[in-house]
């Protein structure tokens, strides 16, 4: 199957810093991607879409402000936690959307906000 | 509201028997249906997908059977394997090419030895 990164895979920051997340398509040009967020024992939850040359779409209750999405390419799109707080700590997903809609999924990044 | 549900967080099979995970979904809008697979610190993988137009679909070991009328579908994996052990999410979304992908909760597979 097709194949997106994340990167970092693991980072620990401290309170008040931004993070920056990198999620990639490494074999096929993705317009749209997707940002998720999963809590433990929980689902994925959607934060926003991200489209390629448009603002991202952001769900209900995810302040667009605190989590920055960039989709600057048709492989790249990134998510960067603004002042991060120990509340934000989580796993972060991103997947994109390939030419035949299959969306395939990144490998997750694990965020600790000390 | 929870448009998708997996009302078992967990199962537990015997290595070699058959594996059942249950879906339930709200929306009749919805037109296809997924099932991805998760370990522990990855991100999901694809396993098997059924549009609304079937009521079955057949890859390997994996089976999805799709009941419209009943809003509920059903993951079956036989033979049970130890590799099998993870969590499963079932996902669900509309026929259109934006539509986003509704997850549940994920239900987690214990395949016993």
């Known amino acids: 199957g097709a194949v997106v990164s994340q990167h970092p895979s693991r980072v620990i920051c401290k309170s008040g810093t931004s993070v920056k997340i990198e999620c990639r398509s490494l074999?096929?040009?993705?317009?749209?991607m997707f940002w998720y967020r999963q809590f433990p024992k929980q689902s994925l939850m959607l934060m926003a879409t991200?489209?390629?040359?448009?603002?991202?779409?952001?769900e209900q209750g995810v302040e667009k402000d605190k989590f920055l999405i960039n989709h600057a390419s048709l492989t790249l799109s990134t998510l960067t936690v603004t002042s991060a707080h120990p509340e934000d700590s989580s796993f972060y997903i991103c997947?994109?959307?390939?030419?035949?809609?299959?969306?395939?999924f990144g490998p997750g990044t694990r965020l600790t906000v000390l | 509201d929870q448009q998708v549900k997996q009302n078992s967080p967990s199962l537990s099979v015997q290595e070699g028997r058959i594996s059942i995970l249950n879906c339930d979904y709200t929306?009749?809008?919805?037109?296809?249906f997924l099932w991805y697979k998760k370990y522990p610190a990855e991100g999901p993988t694809f396993l098997i997908s059924?549009?609304?137009?079937?009521d079955k679909n057949e890859d390997g070991r994996f089976t999805v059977f799709l009941n419209k009328s009943a809003k509920h579908l059903s993951l079956h994996i036989v033979p049970s394997q130890p590799g099998d052990s993870a969590v499963y999410f079932c996902?669900?979304?509309?026929?259109?090419?934006?539509?986003?992908?509704?997850f549940g909760k994920g239900t987690r597979l214990h395949i016993l030895p």
């Open positions: 929306n009749s809008m919805f037109d296809y």
């Open positions: 074999d096929f040009q993705a317009t749209t």
């Open positions: 997947s994109a959307r390939a030419p035949h809609n299959e969306q395939f």
């Open positions: 996902a669900a979304s509309g026929r259109n090419r934006d539509d986003k992908i509704i």
């Open positions: 991200s489209n390629e040359g448009s603002k991202a779409t952001y």
């Open positions: 059924i549009s609304s137009i079937k």
